[in-house]
């Protein structure tokens, strides 16, 4: 296993301590970390960023964009995103397709624990199927050229991938299509991550560590059973990132640091 962490949250910890950007890569470096999440619209209006990481040792772990696949035909958005991990040596992206009305997330609710009522709604919401539609597309694009196309369950009610059920949905149906797993999102529907690990396990390429409090947390600060999680992935063998996330806490600097720290001592030798 490998450790990344957001982009944005080191962006923060220059806003909050001061710090030069190069100074706060190179503590990034030095905590075990080797690589970054960041935003494709970010990278693409400052391209810069690649020469910073790299004279910092840093790499660039997944790519991820938000898309409106639910209202509009998204292929140049699609596109430019593979373009743009290609570029950046990313192996892997992460797209957020879109999100139904207030209307639609308070159905999709009533179905959110039964897989076979879950498959019913999404086969008929016209959104859900624009957003498969867009979503097969972009994975055959990324599976052509090597890139891994990855969905999370995403903390928002009103996202068709907020559940297991609704990730199972897009799964079935395109096979390319692969996962990040995020262990502190599945609260939204009240889902056992550790359940939740086990029926998604197959299709997971990128996890997310994310830990939850009374506010943004470093991992192993909160209530997520993040290190049973890890130990469910190393029995599953996996090999690939943890990326550390914690938007919005108080001081990035010393989250960054302690979540390293807590993953790293947890991580299989």
């Not at 999404?122 to 990324?142: P, Q």
């Not at 891994?148 to 928002?156: G, I, N, P, R, Y």
Request: aromatic fraction near 8%.
């Amino acid at each position: 296993m490998k450790l990344s962490v957001f982009y944005d949250h080191i962006l923060q910890a220059a806003e909050q301590t001061g710090k030069p950007l190069t100074e706060l890569l190179d503590e990034v470096k030095s905590a075990g970390i080797e690589g970054v999440e960041i935003n494709m619209t970010y990278l693409c209006d400052h391209e810069e960023t690649l020469g910073l990481l790299r004279k910092a040792g840093l790499c660039v772990s997944c790519v991820y964009e938000f898309y409106e696949m639910d209202q509009r035909d998204e292929k140049e958005k699609a596109g430019k995103h593979v373009e743009t991990a290609l570029k950046a040596g990313a192996g892997k992206i992460l797209v957020v397709p879109g999100f139904f009305s207030e209307e639609e997330a308070g159905e999709m609710k009533k179905c959110v624990s039964d897989v076979n009522k879950m498959a019913e709604f999404l086969n008929k919401n016209e959104k859900a199927i624009r957003m498969r539609s867009g979503l097969a597309y972009v994975a055959a694009l990324g599976s052509d050229v090597g890139i891994a196309v990855t969905v999370e369950d995403f903390d928002d009610a009103r996202s068709p991938i907020s559940c297991v059920n609704g990730l199972l949905w897009f799964f079935r149906q395109i096979p390319q299509l692969k996962g990040t797993f995020d262990t502190g999102n599945l609260i939204i529907h009240s889902e056992d991550v550790l359940t939740a690990w086990d029926l998604l396990r197959d299709r997971i390429v990128h996890v997310h560590c994310k830990d939850r409090g009374a506010e943004s947390v470093a991992v192993g600060d909160g209530y997520i059973p993040v290190e049973g999680v890890l130990n469910r992935m190393t029995e599953a063998g996996y090999e690939g990132y943890l990326a550390i996330e914690h938007f919005d806490a108080a001081d990035q600097e010393s989250c960054i640091k302690k979540s390293a720290a807590f993953l790293r001592s947890r991580m299989p030798v």
